[in-house]
């Protein structure tokens, strides 16, 4: 069972988190929601769509213009605080790497700390030990905050899983040591970071040993460069790569699904467990009259 704020998650209940980024200079939305009323229109929306998890970010993953510790805070903590006050049950993630960020969304709210650059601030996991929050643990290879991979490489004979899983796995379990629920926290692969195009097809082919671990497992899919770069799109036409990719890592066992795009996720997922046989049809007439 999963368990973050006041929810609790089967395991094999898919889970989907919505992106709200609070940045003028997203890769993806380019700062449609950078100020508070469109970010607050598309958190009542993606609830709205399906939606368990809302993911509050205050710097966007890629290079760009230096985001200091205190505009990160300023950026997320009121908001994430005011969507706290009005969708009480929702589970509410702060996307950072620093811990005094952390820290100032617990306080205000949060639940969730998704760290998408692997443990690279050790004192992340000891505030959401202090708070009771949930954690992300992410292979990034690596790499430092807001860095793109250059000539990565993973020479091991189990290639870029074996590293995935040895990182992954030691970051889960030093959070343990440290004092984090167990039932909080979720491994993820990190699509993207510290990889190649080819290492992140490889990770989402070989999603399944990551499954098998035990931990949920979160992917961050929507509209990445590796499903760009595979079928030559940009980023405004990356939807249908991103939707069966998602589809593939539902089937492989996959529970958390950050995204831009609720509603057709949404879809995707039920779908799949549906034919997976964990959720009944919404509606069966054909062939019964």
Same mark, same amino acid.
């Given at each position: ?15 989907? /988190? ?7 200079? *997203? ?38 213009? %230096? ?103 030691? @970051?889960?379990?030093?959070?343990? *040591? ?28 070989? @999603?399944? %040993? /990551?499954? %098998? ?6 992917? *961050? ?21 991103? @939707?069966?990719?998602?589809?593939? *890592? ?20 039920? /779908? ?15 062939? @019964?009259?």
């Amino acid at each position: 069972m999963l368990r973050l704020g006041a929810r609790e998650f089967r395991k094999d209940q898919p889970v989907i /988190m919505a992106i709200v980024n609070r940045t003028p200079d *997203s890769f993806y939305d380019r700062g449609a929601t950078f100020r508070d009323e469109p970010a607050l229109d598309r958190v009542e929306q993606a609830i709205a769509e399906g939606a368990a998890v809302i993911d509050v970010g205050g710097v966007k993953a890629g290079p760009g213009e %230096e985001v200091s510790t205190a505009e990160e805070v300023r950026r997320t903590a009121g908001f994430i605080a005011e969507v706290r006050r009005r969708y009480p049950s929702v589970v509410i993630s702060v996307d950072t790497w620093r811990h005094e960020v952390a820290e100032a969304a617990c306080e205000a709210g949060a639940d969730l700390l998704n760290d998408a650059w692997g443990g690279v601030d050790p004192r992340l996991a000891e505030v959401a030990a202090r708070h009771g929050a949930g954690l992300v643990c992410t292979h990034a290879g690596g790499a430092r905050p807001r860095t793109r991979p250059h000539r990565v490489r993973y020479d091991g004979p189990g290639g870029v899983m074996e590293d995935i899983l040895r990182v992954t796995l030691g @970051l889960a379990e030093r959070a343990v *040591s440290l004092g984090v629920r167990p039932d909080g926290i979720m491994i993820d692969p990190g699509h993207d970071f510290g990889k190649n195009t080819r290492h992140s097809l490889e990770a989402t082919r070989r @999603l399944g %040993e /990551m499954a %098998e671990t035990g931990w949920p497992v979160l992917v *961050s899919l929507s509209n990445k460069d590796f499903v760009g770069e595979t079928l030559d799109r940009p980023v405004k036409e990356r939807l249908l790569g991103t @939707l069966a990719t998602t589809a593939v *890592s539902a089937w492989l066992g996959a529970q958390v699904y950050r995204v831009h795009e609720v509603a057709e996720t949404r879809q995707v997922l039920d /779908m799949v467990a549906s034919i997976a046989g964990h959720r009944p049809p919404a509606a069966t007439r054909r062939g @019964l009259a």
